[in-house]
């Protein structure tokens, strides 16, 4: 669409064609007596060609072909062929004159196309980023619902292994009551996992937006692509420097900044008088019939020439000064903008820099929760074969155990997710997704 309104701007300098066919007739008095009166009739062919140039003057190229029947006597008409050939120029020497300022519609279109450009891969970047974070939150959902069948499945051994302790009569009935209660517990939480990685895919399906994965689709996603951690020492200075050079935010700003400053120019061009230069050759032919007038055309025996200014100066103008005030202080309100939007970039390139650097805290304090957790379970669940405790310990250690992995898998997430934010707060993807910008393809 942008590269289309280009078109159309430069379509302002294409030439026209102009044709025309007129007929005349009167019958006119000259003087007191009938036989006085004029008898006229007159076809005139008129056929040209208009030139825009590009330095805001008009060139013209016309030939005509008159035939004109006149009878002052009452009698027969005879005809008279008249054509002529003229070419004119009209340029402007102040006021809408030059190159620059006759193209700044079109200079406009090209930056409004940078803009759609950078507009258009700021949104790509956002497609792909939500792509990105919405599959590590299915990959978390998936992995907690592992989770959560493991820790069915612990409490069902515990279950099992109550159940043979009271056989023997070395536990009482209670213990079994207890295990029952905790699977039971544990259900709930299957099913409430299990809908959470439906609701992951039906956000991943409508992200990725495929007409062979729609939303009420039974496929089911599985990711397979597994979380990295690796701890990045950040240049906080440099990546915010990055930043700004790479975000398409910055980058639009700018275009419209260009934008203002050839609007400001042709608007202190439209502050100047309007003088007008004309000059304009022209060639006649006359004769009986119309092989004889053309061949006088041709002779170039008879021409004309033309030469004339105008001046047209405007009382006042204030609209012009007003529109070229309101254009200032447009720029000037810009680059405030642009200013603001600086400070918000560099404000979410840190925050994206601590989210990173918290998340890998956060994976090494929940790795270690669930070692601990798991040694804990190990511990519990000897104890409670040796008499020196219960059931209830020996789950709410299984519960711990799941807590801990999932807080695990949340930080894993979190990190990858972090990952991403970071790469688009400074206008970019991550390396892994191997995208290629290429130019847009030409309008048709």
């Not at 409508?206 to 729609?214: A, N």
């Not at 000897?382 to 709410?396: E, H, K, M, Y």
Request: aromatic share 4%; with cysteine; hydrophobic share 40%.
């Amino acid at each position: 669409i942008a590269a289309a309104r280009i078109s159309e701007e430069e379509a302002r300098f294409e030439a026209t064609f102009q044709t025309s066919l007129a007929y005349a007739a009167q019958h006119r008095a000259t003087g007191v007596r009938p036989e006085t009166a004029l008898r006229q009739e007159t076809w005139e062919a008129l056929t040209g060609v208009e030139l825009p140039l590009r330095t805001g003057g008009t060139l013209r190229f016309d030939l005509a072909d008159r035939q004109s029947r006149r009878d002052p006597a009452g009698g027969a008409m005879d005809p008279t062929y008249e054509p002529s050939a003229t070419v004119s120029i009209s340029q402007p020497l102040l006021r809408q004159a030059g190159r620059r300022v006759n193209t700044h519609a079109i200079r406009l279109a090209r930056l409004g196309e940078q803009a759609v450009q950078a507009s258009t891969r700021l949104e790509v970047i956002r497609v792909l980023a939500a792509v990105d974070r919405v599959y590590w939150r299915l990959y978390a959902s998936r992995r907690v619902l592992e989770v959560r069948r493991q820790d069915y499945e612990l409490a069902e051994r515990q279950l099992e292994t109550a159940r043979r302790l009271v056989d023997s009569g070395a536990r009482s009935v209670v213990e079994v009551m207890r295990a029952e209660s905790a699977l039971a517990s544990r259900l709930e939480g299957i099913i409430a996992a299990e809908n959470a990685v439906r609701e992951r895919q039906r956000e991943l399906k409508r992200v990725i937006h495929r007409d062979d994965l729609p939303l009420h689709s039974e496929t089911v996603l599985i990711p397979s692509s597994e979380p990295d951690p690796v701890r990045y020492d950040l240049d906080r200075p440099a990546m915010v420097a990055r930043a700004c050079r790479q975000r398409m935010e910055l980058l639009e700003i700018e275009l419209q900044l260009a934008q203002d400053d050839s609007t400001i120019e042709a608007l202190r061009n439209d502050l100047l008088p309007l003088v007008m230069l004309d000059y304009s050759y022209g060639l006649q032919g006359l004769g009986e019939s119309r092989s004889e007038a053309w061949d006088l055309l041709d002779s170039r025996r008879y021409g004309q020439h033309r030469v004339g200014v105008s001046l047209v100066v405007p009382i006042g103008n204030v609209a012009a000064e007003s529109r070229l005030r309101q254009a200032l202080l447009s720029r000037r309100q810009r680059l405030q903008s642009k200013a603001d939007r600086e400070a918000l970039i560099e404000q979410e390139v840190l925050a994206a820099c601590d989210s990173l650097e918290t998340a890998w805290q956060r994976i090494l304090a929940n790795r270690q929760s669930a070692l601990l957790a798991e040694r804990l379970l190990e511990t519990e669940r000897r104890q409670f074969a040796l008499g020196l405790n219960t059931s209830n310990d020996v789950l709410a250690a299984q519960a711990d155990l799941a807590d801990a992995q999932s807080a695990e898998i949340a930080a894993l997430t979190e990190y990858q997710i972090a990952l991403v934010d970071l790469a688009y707060a400074t206008g970019t993807v991550l390396g892994s997704a191997r995208l290629r910008w290429d130019d847009a393809p030409a309008a048709p």
